[in-house]
């Protein structure tokens, strides 16, 4: 079902059944002999949401070995990679000295949890009031405990989400760390771009920003026809295509440089090789000038 405005979801629809997706991924490459990455939680909450073909991506029952969208080393290598790099990029911000993270449209994210956190961290994450409390309630369940100050804002991005952060204890004068993983294509041009500027009116100089910079060649007719095909292979109800915001947008390097960021992008095959894989030819083709964007403000 295409995107309304004002829908809503959770993690077993629409946009909230993509979270669950990545979940699945990271849980299925938690699992493998010799771990790419490592989510404990990840697999307990993909059961809990209870999308059967997700339970069996997670415990790889839906691997073909070569096949172009379902190789389990493909699967594990491509959420590795995405995984690490938002992970590294916490790690970073707090050997920088910053002390306050905020995850955008945090989904099944457990970063709060199992990454290693600088003493006096404060976590804030972000998402819609179902989304949150799903995830808050199955961890408390397991018995985890967040690696820092973990405060969760129940609120819809589409709503005055800078007002909820700040209520929540936000201090907008300390340099902050972002991130918006998975994120942007979900939007509307527009959107991105307010959230982009709400971000810039809040970030104090010395805060970070790491999201992905996507190729607007990613929204073709050949890639989402990819990503359509791959959905439905894996069994999901959801035709991911249906989700995504068409039309003329700005990247968001272009952007987030003219309005006062220092910007990195680290391409596709580069983060690939940074982790030691290679990124086979034909996802190249896809990717395009894809990559993943990391910025200061200055």
């Not at 956190?117 to 804030?124: D, E, H, Q, Y």
């Not at 006062?260 to 894989?277: L, P």
């Amino acid at each position: 079902m295409a995107r309304t405005d004002g829908d809503t979801w959770d993690l077993a629809s629409s946009v909230g059944s993509t979270a669950t997706g990545v979940a699945a991924s990271r849980a299925l490459a938690t699992k493998q002999p010799d771990p790419l990455i490592n989510d404990p939680y990840a697999d307990a909450l993909v059961n809990a949401v209870g999308l059967e073909h997700f339970i069996k991506l997670a415990n790889g029952e839906l691997c073909v070995e070569g096949d172009q969208m379902l190789d389990r080393q493909r699967m594990c290598e491509q959420i590795a990679v995405r995984t690490r790099f938002f992970d590294d990029f916490f790690s970073a911000a707090g050997a920088a000295g910053i002390r306050q993270a905020v995850i955008l449209a945090s989904g099944l994210d457990t970063r709060a949890y199992r990454l290693n956190w600088s003493p006096g961290t404060v976590v804030f994450e972000v998402d819609q009031p179902e989304v949150i409390e799903f995830k808050s309630q199955t961890l408390a369940k397991l018995g985890a405990e967040p690696g820092a100050e973990r405060r969760a804002v129940a609120i819809d991005l589409r709503d005055d989400w800078p007002a909820a952060l700040r209520a929540a204890g936000f201090d907008p004068s300390a340099p902050t760390a972002w991130i918006a993983e998975g994120l942007l294509i979900y939007l509307p041009p527009d959107a991105q771009d307010r959230l982009f500027d709400n971000i810039t009116a809040l970030s104090a100089p010395g805060s970070r920003l790491a999201t992905e910079h996507m190729d607007m060649n990613m929204l073709s007719e050949e890639w989402t026809k990819k990503v359509s095909e791959w959905s439905k292979r894996v069994g999901s109800e959801v035709d991911l295509k249906d989700l995504f915001y068409s039309g003329e947008r700005h990247t968001a390097r272009d952007y987030l440089s003219s309005h006062g960021w220092q910007v990195t992008v680290e391409s596709t095959r580069d983060a690939y090789a940074g982790n030691g894989f290679e990124l086979p030819e034909d996802l190249a083709e896809l990717a395009g000038d894809s990559g993943y964007l990391s910025a200061q403000f200055k």
